[in-house]
């Protein structure tokens, strides 16, 4: 059984937590928590793989791996980590030239998929963490509708 003094001292600290945590949220409307950045980029990342299994897996496959000829790989891709806005432009407008992925030379052509602006972020932010890919700047949809062809 506790004591009255230990369920007063866990009284008190249970309610200082909380009403820490209700001061940080009121205090300041403009302030976002981790926990709902991280459910956004969750939600974008799920809403994506369904994307990408509709538009990108037939070429880059369910590993994202490509087929180490003409479609480069996703998974472990330096272009998608130094080339972001290149990526964006290249699901946005589809993607014709070549290109250098992980030391490699491609030159394929992907059509556009003609996905919105909030589809194209989601692809993204899904490719970007997936497989051995960890991203940690999301994707936006306003990050997506400044590139333009």
Known sequence: MISKKKSSIILLVL????????TAFTTNRNYVSIAEQQTSLQK????????YVEFC???HLATGKGNG?????L????????KRTE???AIKYGQMGEILVNSKKYNGAMPP????D??????LNYVQNSWSNKQNKMVTVDEVAKVKK
């Not at 909030?118 to 692809?123: C, F």
Request: aromatic share 6%.
């Open 75 to 82: 998974d472990g891709s330096d272009w998608l980590t130094k």
């Open 118 to 123: 909030e589809e194209v972020a989601d692809v």
């Open 44 to 51: 974008s990342i799920a809403n994506g793989k369904e994307l």
């Open 113 to 116: 998929p003609g996905l919105s």
């Open 69 to 73: 000829s003409t479609v480069p790989p």
């Open 87 to 89: 990526s964006i432009h």
């Open 15 to 22: 309610g200082g937590l909380y009403f820490s945590n209700i």
């Open 57 to 59: 897996v037939q070429c």
